[in-house]
Nanobody, 121 residues
Framework: QVQVVESGGGLVQAGGSLKLSCAASGRTFSNFNMGWFRQAPGKEREFVAAISIYGSTYYADSVKGQFTISRDNAKNTVYLQMNSLKPEDTAVYYC???????????????WGQGTQVTVSS
């Protein structure tokens, strides 16, 4: 079992930045591939970014060059640096852990409760 807890969400003006954190506990963090997803009101949950146990990264086209995912295995934490935020980035952002490296939500076994990011225009 892995518990993941997101933090760092909030309200930011368009063009601003936020850094989300996801703290994991319960099992060996370095053995898990980690992902960030988001869900806007009335929309399905969508993939944002993933990082493998080896540090490889993969991004949704919509955030490529704008968001950066990273991990610190010593702190059992994965981060999502979000720059140049736009109103369309407004969503609840979820962190998840998986035994496979994937962009599919179905591949992820453990999910956090989410953190709200609101970008005002």
């Amino acid at each position: 079992q892995v518990q993941v807890v997101e933090s760092g969400g909030g309200l930011v003006q368009a063009g601003g930045s936020l850094k989300l954190s996801c703290a994991a506990s319960g099992r060996t963090f370095s053995n898990f591939n980690m992902g960030w997803f988001r869900q806007a009101p009335g929309k399905e949950r969508e993939f944002v970014a993933a990082i493998s146990i080896y540090g490889s990264t993969y991004y949704a086209d919509s955030v490529k060059g704008q968001f950066t995912i990273s991990r610190d295995n010593a702190k059992n934490t994965v981060y999502l640096q979000m720059n140049s935020l736009k109103p369309e980035d407004t969503a609840v952002y979820y962190c998840a852990a998986a035994s496979v490296y994937s962009y599919s939500p179905q591949a992820y076994d453990y999910w956090g409760q989410g953190t709200q990011v609101t970008v005002s225009s």
